[in-house]
T-cell receptor
Framework: SQTIHQWPATLVQPVGSPLSLECTVE??????LYWYRQAAGRGLQLLFY??????ISSEVPQNLSASRPQDRQFILSSKKLLLSDSGFYLC???????????FGQGTRLTVV | AQSVTQPDIHITVSEGASLELRCNYS??????LFWYVQSPGQGLQLLLK????DTLVQGIKGFEAEFKRSQSSFNLRKPSVHWSDAAEYFC???????????WGAGTKLIIKP
């Protein structure tokens, strides 16, 4: 069966520090991969999606970037965190095209 | 513009009572419809989905939803809620022509003992 792993679960980082969140999927190949951000009390905002290795689409201009160095690995990065980057970050995958997505457990990022 | 509206930010229901969470959408194409549940501090879990066919869809944990095209709605229902159903519920809409889901803002379900 397919599983998705996302880490770390929580992270506290100072303003101006770098960020790297990692997500891996097991049990499937060529998944579509997504990074979402969820601000407190709000819905989900799609940040990036990827349909293949090295293919990244950005939905929101921001201080973040994403990379997909391997088929089942998706990384969210920042060179310098801002206070506004605080939030709950969720990685997800889907079998292909749009459709139901399967989510990781999320990373609670607090920028201080 | 494409959008999903969940008009209730919070809903409080007594344990054992029935539940209906509302979802309305505005979408140009034939929609694929989804309901997800999120427990505090956790990721989202798919409850059910509608692609085509029977407009009454059964999901996990005893939930069901009904697609009503004329009302552009996809309301989630459960005949008898349990305390463990307390969570936030998200409705989402998609299509087969793109890779994005359009999300509602969520409804937080509170269960009274």
């Amino acid at each position: 069966s397919q599983t998705i792993h996302q880490w770390p679960a929580t992270l506290v980082q100072p303003v101006g520090s770098p960020l790297s969140l990692e997500c891996t999927v097991e049990g499937t190949s060529n998944p579509n991969l997504y990074w979402y951000r969820q601000a407190a009390g709000r819905g989900l905002q799609l940040l990036f999606y990827s349909v293949g290795i090295g293919q990244i689409s950005s939905e929101v201009p921001q201080n973040l970037s994403a990379s997909r160095p391997q088929d089942r690995q998706f990384i969210l990065s920042s060179k310098k965190l801002l206070l506004s980057d605080s939030g709950f970050y969720l990685c997800a995958w889907s079998p292909g095209g749009v459709g139901y997505a399967f989510f990781g457990q999320g990373t609670r990022l607090t920028v201080v | 513009a494409q959008s999903v509206t969940q008009p209730d930010i919070h809903i409080t229901v007594s344990e054992g009572a029935s539940l209906e969470l509302r979802c309305n959408y505005s979408y140009g194409a034939t929609p694929y419809l989804f309901w997800y549940v999120q427990s505090p501090g956790q990721g989202l879990q798919l409850l059910l989905k509608y692609f085509s066919g029977d407009t009454l869809v059964q999901g996990i944990k005893g939930f069901e939803a009904e697609f009503k095209r004329s009302q552009s709605s996809f309301n989630l229902r459960k005949p008898s809620v349990h305390w463990s159903d307390a969570a936030e519920y998200f409705c989402a809409v998609g299509a087969d022509s793109n890779y994005q889901l359009i999300w509602g803002a969520g409804t937080k379900l509170i269960i009274k003992p």
